[in-house]
């Protein structure tokens, strides 16, 4: 709600650009929707007004004690690339394009590669929490995700752990 550009353009345009300084952005704007677009768009915290100048003072000193390094918002496991802002997905150069849960779940694998991660672990970052594990439905997604990232390259970067759950390969499957 800037003049010009809005405070997610903003932010995405400091990115693009190296700028790496501490971002948090204070709106008006409260929906879920735009907390992870500001987020995802590469602030480091989101708050929505009406705020207490005790908790957005301490946001501001939280985010100054962080090391200062870089922190692209395009994350890189191997030759697989993903921007969480655009939603896009990349191999080798050439474009996947995926569906909601399995691009949720390849973000949740791209933080963390080389983890095992459970079952529970990826429900919890890829479903809402109302959602109740009754079902095979990670195994789904995960088989889907396959589907599209890795048999048609010939690779395997998403790996099974017997009894555990899954995790990504830190070479990305080469």
Known sequence: ?????????AVRRLRANGQWVPVLMLTALGSVEDRVAGLDGGADDYLTKPFELQELTARMRALVR???????TVLQVGPLRLDPASRQV??????????????ALLETFMRRPGLTLSRFALLESAWDHA????????????????DRIDRPYG??????VRGRGYRLREDGGR
Do not use: C
């Open 1 to 9: 709600m800037l003049p010009g550009i809005d405070g997610f353009e």
């Open 66 to 72: 962080r090391d200062p390094i870089e922190r692209p």
């Open 90 to 103: 990349w191999r080798n150069g050439e474009e996947i394009e995926l569906a909601e849960k399995p691009f």
């Open 131 to 146: 959602y109740e594990n009754r079902s095979n439905v990670v195994d789904q997604h995960v088989h889907a995700l396959r």
């Open 155 to 160: 690779v395997t970067s998403i790996e099974t």
